[in-house]
């Protein structure tokens, strides 16, 4: 393959600024992907999700079909704040590339229209192909993922394109996660000469992160993290309100039932005298197991590992995709077709340019072999 000619279109997507809220940004890298899928003479089309986020693009071989032998799924957008990409545009060294959303994950959309430019004719023919690119899968696919779950519901199995782990391994399960919104709302009094008129809001918010923290359950891998807090006006002033952002990671899905149960308790019997407390849930994955469907699955893809001479390992993580949606509607779903990468989501963010190409290779033969 020509690694110049791949790094030239990845720095089109990576020096983009498209965190998810950034909307032109996202419309502008479904433009870049659209306009490439076009040269190839594929059909696509731009989904509306509404105006809280971006467009989708939907990619075909052949015009809609009810049915798709393989539904290929990336998303568009970012983590990063606008700016991102001024101060750290996409950079390379002699084995790496770095920039904002160089592995999670421009590289795996550009992964997909490589096998998919590299597919032979007669595979092209035979096989009805379809890829979906989301523009909201970091603040959890909430405007895309029924989208995406009415065409994997067409789909013999989903294949998700987030970057390999760091050893290359493929994602063969994920943690669920559901994000959650607790605000508090108390009582104002002056704190030097009214204290007891007041009720913190901010005390309770204090109190409530202890309650959360013991909802935890490392031995079933069940974890709580309350990550943003806000609250207050001033120093002097009891606060009248505060605002908590909480995380929850579970392997079970009917552990994400006990948590949302348990904190909907609580907050209902509040955590401090005269304060109330909103509980909101705003995003919600479901965990990716392995069914049947997606062990079989797993054995074509080590098939086609051992015909392109490329080693196939995999994991199960943390962090959820796509794929959670997916395979929680029973779709037989595999992630982490992208090239190798890690530090997502920060700074060190990194892309390993030798797994560009066998990567490529793995996923049209995957796909041929379907």
Same mark, same amino acid.
């Given at each position: ?125 035979? #096989? ?20 995406? @779950? ?80 806000? @609250? ?10 505060? $605002? ?31 304060? $109330? ?16 469907? $997606? ?44 090239? $190798? ?20 290779? #793995? ?8």
């Amino acid at each position: 393959m020509n690694l110049e000619h791949y790094i030239d279109e990845l720095k089109m997507l990576v020096n983009v600024d498209c965190g998810t809220k950034t909307l032109d940004g996202v419309a502008r890298v479904a433009g870049i992907m659209q306009r490439l899928w076009q040269a190839e003479g594929w059909h696509t089309e731009q989904i509306d999700l509404g105006d809280k986020v971006g467009p989708g693009v939907l990619v075909t071989n052949t015009p809609p079909a009810d049915r798709f032998d393989v539904l290929l799924v990336g998303h568009l957008d970012t983590v990063f704040a606008p700016g991102t990409v001024a101060q750290r545009p996409l950079s390379q060294d002699e084995t790496r590339l770095y920039g904002p959303g160089v592995s999670d994950m421009k590289s795996g959309l550009l992964n997909i229209l490589w096998a998919m430019r590299g597919l032979d004719a007669a595979d092209n023919a035979r #096989l009805s192909i379809a890829v979906a690119m989301n523009p909201d899968e970091e603040t959890g696919s909430v405007y895309s993922h029924h989208w995406i @779950g009415e065409l994997a519901k067409r789909s013999r199995c989903v294949l998700v394109c987030e970057a390999a782990r760091a050893d290359g391994s493929l994602v063969k399960a994920r943690k669920g996660m559901a994000g959650y919104t607790l605000e508090f709302s108390g009582v104002a009094a002056h704190a030097g000469n009214d204290p007891e008129k007041g009720r913190s809001a901010i005390v309770a918010l204090a109190h409530s992160i202890l309650a959360i923290n013991g909802l935890t359950d490392l031995a079933r891998g069940t974890t709580l993290n309350v990550g943003v807090i806000s @609250g207050g006006s001033a120093g002097n002033v009891v606060a009248d309100s505060a $605002t908590a952002e909480l995380d929850v990671r579970f392997w079970e899905n009917d552990e994400c039932d006990r948590v949302h149960q348990a904190l909907a308790s609580l907050c209902a019997r509040g955590f401090l005298d005269g304060v $109330t407390t909103t509980l909101t849930r705003v995003n919600h994955k479901p965990a990716m197991a392995a069914s049947d469907g $997606t062990r079989a699955l797993m054995q074509l893809v080590e098939k086609a590992g051992s015909e392109e001479g490329i080693a196939i390992t995999w994991q199960a993580v943390g962090g959820g995709s796509d794929a959670n949606h997916t395979a929680a509607l029973g779709i037989p779903t595999l992630d982490g077709f992208g090239p $190798t990468g890690a530090g997502f989501h920060s700074p060190a963010e990194w892309l390993d340019k030798a797994s560009i190409e066998p990567r490529i290779r #793995l996923l049209k033969r995957v796909v041929s072999m379907l």
